[in-house]
């Protein structure tokens, strides 16, 4: 089956725009979490979406937000980038079954802020 | 914060066993010990999982001490492409809430 999708796979904005970056989780997974990439802070946790709620949410500021449509998909969006946002963001599924659904990663959207 | 420590580097023979340690000595009775890895650039891939009971599959071997205060990874027979960064996360999910910590992880290199 086919495994997460992330759109798109590369981009790059300026400065005090904003990016919107969709998440297709492995078909039946109900629970999406997103996580940044930086070579200085490693992989971090921004939240996690089940059944269209978001259930948890590490330490970002308010910009970063996210979302869960009824078929699962997510979306997570950074409003007024910093330099700072550039970074690989990843998305990951699971079943949502209680500590045995390992979590699938998609290959990421790499963001670079000019 | 993470709740285990890893090496940060190791180095490994092709053919030979790696043999990656991981300390979780604050690990509770409902948490599980996870292992990713991660090729460059690309997203992490779990490897293997256990809670008490030492576990394999095609991949790997995961050995976890009695008082499941440590684990180690074994990889059996080291390629080349197994070069990559090892991720182990302890991990429990709640109905309210499923947070996953990465720490830095182990840069294993496999050399010819």
């Known amino acids: 089956k086919a495994g997460v999708t992330q759109t798109p796979r590369y981009l790059i904005k300026t400065r005090g725009q904003q990016v919107t970056l969709s998440c297709s989780p492995i078909s039946g997974h109900r629970s999406v979490s997103w996580y940044q990439q930086t070579p200085g802070q490693g992989l971090q946790f921004l939240f996690e979406?089940?059944?269209?709620?978001?259930?948890n949410k590490g330490n970002f500021p308010g910009r970063f937000s996210g979302r869960q449509f009824s078929n699962s998909r997510s979306e997570m969006n950074v409003s007024t980038l910093e330099l700072g946002d550039s970074a690989l963001y990843l998305c990951a599924s699971h079943n949502g079954q209680t500590n045995t659904g390992e979590l699938f990663f998609g290959e990421g959207s790499r963001l670079t802020v000019l | 914060d993470a709740k285990t420590t890893q090496p940060p580097s190791m180095d490994c023979a092709e053919g030979r066993a790696a043999n990656l340690p991981c300390n979780h000595s604050?690990?509770?009775?409902?948490?599980?010990v996870y292992w990713y890895r991660q090729i460059h650039s690309q997203g992490p891939q779990y490897i293997i999982h256990?809670?008490?009971n030492n576990e394999t599959n095609e991949m790997a071997s995961l050995i976890i001490t009695e008082d499941r205060k440590s684990s180690t990874l074994i990889l059996p027979h080291a390629t080349l492409r197994d070069t990559a960064v090892y991720y182990c996360i302890v991990r429990v999910m709640k109905t309210s809430y499923d947070k996953v910590i990465f720490g830095p992880g182990t840069s294993l290199s496999v050399i010819p």
């Open positions: 256990g809670l008490k």
């Open positions: 604050t690990i509770s009775g409902n948490e599980y």
């Open positions: 979406y089940f059944s269209e709620t978001q259930r």
